[in-house]
């Protein structure tokens, strides 16, 4: 995020980092992988979107953070900060609304608010987790990550039923039932 913290589960991922040899897009995964099983009690489904979600974004990663350099004037780094938060909360709602499967980390929210919690209540106590179990293991944390952990949440309150189609979709199914 511009030198202004990580996003609190890559916070939790540069903490595993920190403590092995495992770069931190690796650590996406297998932590991807690890919230796959918190799905089991909740009876979330996977689809092509969640085994995606699982790869390709720790792949990404550290093939990004290897090539690219993050801005150094202020002015950039906290539009690529605002942006990039913004650009989650749309993102996860047009990914988990197309129904191809929630990523990992996103099913579990959508899996919890399914019994009767507000999907912004939910994701902000999971990113708030996450967040304090990074910095115990060293992570970066700094006001991107608090403007994350606050925002997400609340985001995919408004854009998951946005772009979830009236015809059905898990995520409207959750969201309504936590109104």
Not at 27 to 53: A, K, Y
Not at 76 to 90: D, E, F, I, S
């Amino acid at each position: 995020m511009g030198r202004l913290g990580l996003d609190p589960w890559d916070v939790f991922q540069q903490g595993l980092a920190r403590h092995s040899a495992i770069p931190i897009g690796t650590w996406s995964i297998l932590v991807g992988i690890g919230v796959l099983g918190l799905w089991l009690p909740l009876r979330q489904r996977p689809g092509l979107g969640t085994l995606s979600n699982v790869v390709v974004i720790g792949s990404v990663m550290d093939v990004t953070l290897a090539v690219l350099p993050p801005p150094h004037a202020i002015g950039l780094r906290v539009l690529a900060m605002t942006g990039g938060v913004v650009l989650n909360g749309v993102a996860t709602g047009c990914y988990i609304g197309a129904g191809l499967g929630p990523g990992p980390r996103d099913g579990l929210m959508v899996g919890l608010a399914a019994r009767g919690h507000s999907l912004r209540v939910v994701r902000t106590g999971i990113e708030a987790t996450v967040v304090l179990a990074g910095w115990l293991l060293g992570g970066t944390v700094g006001v991107g990550t608090v403007a994350y952990a606050a925002a997400i949440g609340p985001l995919a309150h408004v854009f998951i039923p946005l772009f979830t189609p009236r015809s059905g979709g898990e995520a409207r199914h959750a969201q309504e039932r936590a109104r």
